[in-house]
């Protein structure tokens, strides 16, 4: 259900799903190559396309780059509305390469779980202590090696939000700073931020992860409580800005009937 | 290889048992989430193919099918579930549980997976990348290895070179000789077909030798590449094949919430893969409405270009 | 990377004095015998440029032009001459006898090259490979260098990685955000548009992008990697662009028989590209019979696909 | 001018190059994949597929493959006439890789040089012992390292049939039998035919090239004489056959002006 967010300036009605998208969307700068992904993510970046980066690309690891949204909402980025007026349907590779080149800007992805250090684990992931194998990798592992920003968004618990991944299917920063560049990744890639149900965190010189924003209404120590480390908080802990009226109106207007963005 | 006037035209009954032998390597779903054999995969189920090893990208629900009725012994992909639905539940039943049997699954990336198939089209023994560098995959994948670049210091991984056994590849429409035009997302569907020893494809249409010569740029897949031509209609059904029909979605999630259990697995796949003996029975099975749902309403044709001189 | 409705559309002469610096290394001539950029070439030419890297598989004409016109220090190619009568004698007299100066040449093959763009295009420092294996060209080449796979014990050569300043690429049609469409035989124009830092759009027509956006599959490069577009029509005339017009022969003819001396190239050049301001005035020297014999007699318009749904 | 040559049987009249384009046509087999270049090959592809090869296919370095002749004569292999109603086109790597792959059957080269092992010179050539920069490898040396068989067509003088060639472009057997497999090339690669104006050369056991026939009218001393090493020849030296009657006729409807096969 709408978990409505009473603040002090407006009194617009939003999910956190719908937070999540607009903190997405604000990742996003004009003229960027975006590595987009599904769902959520898929939303923010029309968010952003029709709100502060009309420049913005799109790219999918299918083989379709895109400069202007799908006239419809996608349930796979290989639906006919996502290849209809693209502004290339190719191979993988030609997607890929531009990764590989260094040019995509910012990556978004998905987890099972994601550790203090940025590392995802979408492989294998466990129930009462028995692993449960996951599908996989897909293209995160690519994304997160050769994007200059990787961006996750999943749901915050403390069986998501862990000490240390029990693989290491996407890497993050590793074990932390200088861990990426022994590895021989690019220099300019690495997490760029974690977007949770309940805040964003970032990552600081030392590759570890800190809570940069709460969502409203929430508290740091609902955060603290569901991560399943002890995560440093920033300073300057801000709260996270709440959506606009012209986001709340592209996202209602993406999922009418909020499939994506109910709760 | 043959004359070029020679039809290679033959049933999916006939490709499948002439060209998937038990034990093969077979690249299936190579444009991700569109355009998936699922005709061809129905039909290796219902030969009763054995120790199959798939590859694939993004496999979608066709890998999951194939793994739940036994015919696979290993799986190389990127991605194995229900794209719709997340998890695929007989890929966890096997893997967890063995049922119906252990398979041995070499995880790749979507790059990765890409890459070993550009090295076989390009018929070298591996590609270089940056990518799996510090993961997990590169430790447990024995097709990933680290090595220096010979041209500077940095540290690389060789993707080595994978030759399918056969590549199935669905495209819209193909000439009798196996000539294909294909559009769309292509995913790994050329590297694909250069990089495996027999090409199967299946096309929705099988049109006039002149159709396909008046475009050779769209010739992606040319026939002398070719083994055997397929034509079946709505074969990819239920995923898509722009131009033709959209993406059943309703049936990924029912084959979702109907296969949580072994037994829900076995009742589906005989409804829907034992019982049609073919995809015409399917098809029919499937009912007009639902099939005519999905077909084209808004047709958008490419802008011709010209070959004169 | 500007807003996606931003044109791009330039002249020639903008082009050339904005994104082409002496000093700079320039891919011209990607699709081979057809489609050469000599308009291009010409404004570079006549803007008299200095101490550029020409890079391309077989140059044809246009880089014997440019070598005789002193813009050049070093061709990096497979081939440098005149397809239809063997022998560059600009080429030669550089480097035979450094007239107008000495130029290095670094010879590789056309699948070198082709591989050296591809490394680029694909972001990693070079691709395998077994060809120049025993040659010279491998001993002379310092992009050029031998080492062992890493997967298994093969000897393999490494082609490092090329990464032009800037390509110009002749294509049929674009609109004026970049987004082009080319067909017929492409050579490395993709790898190589995507392998350079800058690339410039040469189009024998602007169309509207509706008409770019009807087919994204032939969209073989996106607008977004597009740094100019230039409007230049018959721009590629002696060579050939499918669709368009024909391949001048005689033109070839005519430059190789005028130019077996040094005052010959000179009494040439300054016919055809000192003498002539624009493309305009060009065609005009060259004449309206001459150009309309080249025209296209007869159409053979490829079939459209369908991307509706 | 037309060296008619009389024989026995017949008293058809043709050049030297119709019978090095007759001879050309016999090296390519039903079905094969022939990297077909210019010229003289050109002509002998289409004579092969008109008569005993009607399903080889053609490949060409530009992205062009044809299982179908061009429907006029090429002066180009980029020219209009061999993109329309080709098999394919695309790109150079599409082609050059089904050549690394092993699966291009025999690929056909004219070259300024070539020497007793099969090297071909097309890089430096000279005159009155002054060097001369010629245009270069081409694809040439692609396809002499990589294709299954090679065959060489080109005048027959002791200028260009020379002991050693002053530059390996494209690598035939080096030094002799062995050679290829160290420097790491295909086993299934190397030169099969050089014809030329005068008989055809076929490479034994060693590496090293032999006389396997003369053209009709043609001794065995003006071959030797006329090469610049001491060309073996073989016990069963046989006469190259003439074109016959439907070869001919393929040829001259192709060249009716003889502008290639003239003399």
Same mark, same amino acid.
């Given at each position: 259900?709408?978990?409505?967010?009473?603040?002090?300036?407006?009194?617009?009605?939003?999910?956190?799903?719908?937070?999540? %998208?607009?903190?997405?969307?604000?990742?996003?700068?004009?003229?960027?190559?975006?590595?987009?992904?599904?769902?959520?993510?898929?939303?923010?970046?029309?968010?952003?396309?029709?709100?502060?980066?009309?420049?913005?690309?799109?790219?999918?690891?299918?083989?379709?780059?895109?400069?202007?949204?799908?006239?419809?909402?996608?349930?796979?980025?290989?639906?006919?509305?996502? +290849?209809?007026?693209?502004?290339?349907?190719?191979?993988?590779?030609?997607?890929?390469?531009?990764?590989?080149?260094?040019?995509?800007? %910012?990556?978004?992805?998905?987890?099972?779980?994601?550790?203090?250090?940025?590392?995802?684990?979408?492989?294998?992931?466990?129930?009462?202590?028995?692993?449960?194998?996951?599908?996989?990798?897909?293209?995160?592992?690519?994304?997160?090696? +050769?994007?200059?920003?990787?961006?996750?968004?999943?749901?915050?618990?403390?069986?998501?939000?862990?000490?240390? %991944?029990?693989?290491?299917?996407?890497?993050?920063?590793?074990?932390?700073?200088?861990?990426?560049?022994?590895?021989?990744?690019?220099?300019?890639?690495?997490?760029?931020?974690?977007?949770?149900?309940?805040?964003?965190?970032?990552?600081?010189?030392?590759?570890?992860?800190?809570?940069?924003?709460?969502?409203?209404?929430?508290?740091?120590?609902? %955060?603290?409580?569901?991560?399943?480390?002890? +995560?440093?908080?920033?300073?300057?802990?801000?709260?996270?800005?709440?959506?606009?009226?012209?986001?709340?109106?592209?996202?209602?207007?993406?999922?009418?009937?909020?499939?994506?963005?109910?709760? | 290889?043959?004359?070029?006037?020679?039809?290679?035209?033959?049933?999916?009954?006939?490709?499948?048992?002439?060209?998937?032998?038990?034990?093969?390597?077979? *690249?299936?779903?190579?444009?991700?989430?569109?355009?998936?054999?699922?005709?061809? $995969?129905?039909?290796?189920?219902?030969?009763?193919?054995?120790?199959?090893? *798939?590859?694939? =990208?993004?496999?979608?629900? *066709?890998?999951?099918?194939?793994?739940?009725?036994?015919?696979?012994?290993?799986?190389?992909?990127?991605?194995?579930?229900?794209?719709?639905?997340?998890?695929?539940?007989?890929?966890?039943?096997?893997? &967890?549980?063995?049922?119906?049997?252990?398979?041995?699954?070499?995880?790749?990336?979507?790059?990765?997976?890409?890459?070993? *198939?550009?090295?076989?089209?390009?018929?070298?023994?591996?590609? =270089?990348?940056?990518?799996?560098? $510090?993961?997990?995959?590169?430790?447990?994948?024995?097709?990933?290895?680290?090595?220096?670049?010979?041209?500077?210091?940095?540290?690389?991984?060789? /993707?080595?070179?994978?030759?399918?056994?056969?590549?199935?590849?669905?495209?819209?429409?193909?000439?009798?000789?196996?000539?294909?035009?294909?559009?769309?997302?292509?995913?790994?569907?050329?590297?694909?077909?250069?990089?495996?020893?027999?090409?199967?494809?299946?096309?929705?249409?099988?049109?006039?030798?002149?159709?396909?010569?008046?475009?050779?740029?769209?010739?992606?897949? =040319?026939?002398?590449?070719?083994?055997?031509? /397929?034509?079946?209609?709505?074969?990819?059904?239920?995923?898509?094949?722009?131009? !033709? !029909?959209?993406?059943?979605?309703?049936?990924?999630? &029912?084959?979702?919430?109907?296969?949580?259990?072994?037994?829900?697995?076995?009742?589906?796949?005989?409804?829907?893969?034992? &019982?049609? =003996?073919?995809?015409?029975?399917?098809?029919?099975?499937?009912?007009?409405?639902?099939? $005519?749902?999905?077909?084209?309403?808004?047709?958008?044709?490419?802008?011709?270009?010209?070959?004169?001189?």
């Amino acid at each position: 259900m709408t978990t409505g967010v009473q603040s002090g300036a407006t009194a617009s009605r939003f999910s956190r799903s719908d937070l999540m %998208v607009v903190a997405a969307a604000r990742e996003i700068h004009d003229g960027e190559m975006v590595f987009v992904g599904m769902r959520l993510p898929m939303i923010a970046f029309v968010v952003a396309k029709r709100t502060h980066a009309p420049g913005a690309v799109g790219l999918f690891e299918n083989g379709v780059m895109r400069d202007t949204p799908a006239s419809e909402l996608l349930y796979t980025m290989s639906d006919p509305p996502n +290849l209809l007026k693209a502004s290339y349907c190719g191979d993988m590779l030609s997607v890929m390469s531009l990764l590989q080149q260094g040019r995509v800007n %910012v990556g978004f992805l998905g987890a099972a779980e994601v550790d203090r250090f940025g590392n995802l684990n979408t492989t294998w992931g466990s129930r009462d202590a028995q692993p449960i194998r996951l599908p996989g990798s897909g293209g995160a592992c690519d994304i997160a090696s +050769l994007s200059q920003r990787t961006v996750v968004l999943l749901e915050h618990t403390r069986q998501r939000l862990v000490s240390r %991944v029990g693989h290491i299917t996407s890497p993050g920063n590793g074990t932390g700073n200088g861990w990426r560049r022994g590895q021989g990744l690019p220099l300019r890639s690495g997490p760029s931020a974690v977007i949770t149900t309940m805040g964003v965190l970032r990552f600081g010189e030392d590759g570890e992860a800190y809570l940069a924003s709460v969502h409203p209404g929430v508290s740091v120590e609902d %955060v603290l409580s569901n991560t399943g480390w002890t +995560l440093k908080v920033a300073e300057d802990l801000a709260v996270t800005p709440e959506p606009d009226a012209a986001a709340l109106a592209v996202i209602r207007e993406l999922d009418p009937n909020r499939f994506w963005t109910k709760s | 290889m043959m004359g070029i006037t020679s039809s290679k035209l033959i049933s999916m009954q006939q490709a499948i048992a002439e060209h998937v032998p038990s034990g093969s390597m077979v *690249l299936l779903g190579a444009q991700l989430e569109a355009m998936i054999p699922f005709a061809a $995969g129905h039909e290796i189920i219902r030969q009763g193919r054995r120790d199959l090893t *798939l590859v694939g =990208p993004i496999s979608d629900m *066709l890998f999951d099918q194939m793994i739940g009725a036994g015919c696979v012994s290993r799986v190389m992909a990127a991605w194995v579930g229900n794209v719709s639905a997340g998890m695929g539940y007989c890929f966890r039943r096997a893997v &967890e549980r063995s049922i119906p049997r252990a398979i041995e699954t070499v995880d790749h990336t979507n790059l990765t997976i890409a890459l070993a *198939l550009h090295a076989a089209a390009m018929g070298v023994p591996f590609m =270089p990348t940056y990518t799996t560098l $510090g993961s997990d995959l590169l430790k447990r994948n024995a097709n990933l290895c680290e090595f220096h670049s010979p041209v500077n210091e940095e540290r690389l991984v060789a /993707v080595r070179a994978l030759r399918p056994d056969v590549a199935v590849v669905q495209v819209q429409r193909a000439d009798a000789s196996g000539n294909a035009h294909l559009w769309g997302n292509l995913g790994v569907a050329i590297d694909g077909a250069r990089a495996s020893r027999k090409v199967i494809v299946v096309a929705e249409e099988i049109v006039a030798p002149e159709v396909i010569a008046s475009d050779p740029n769209r010739t992606l897949i =040319p026939g002398f590449l070719v083994t055997a031509v /397929v034509h079946e209609p709505c074969g990819a059904h239920p995923s898509s094949v722009i131009g !033709y !029909y959209g993406r059943d979605h309703a049936f990924f999630h &029912e084959y979702h919430d109907q296969t949580r259990e072994l037994d829900g697995f076995e009742r589906w796949s005989n409804r829907w893969i034992a &019982e049609v =003996p073919s995809r015409a029975a399917y098809l029919q099975q499937l009912g007009e409405p639902r099939a $005519g749902n999905l077909r084209v309403r808004e047709h958008a044709f490419s802008a011709p270009v010209d070959f004169g001189f």
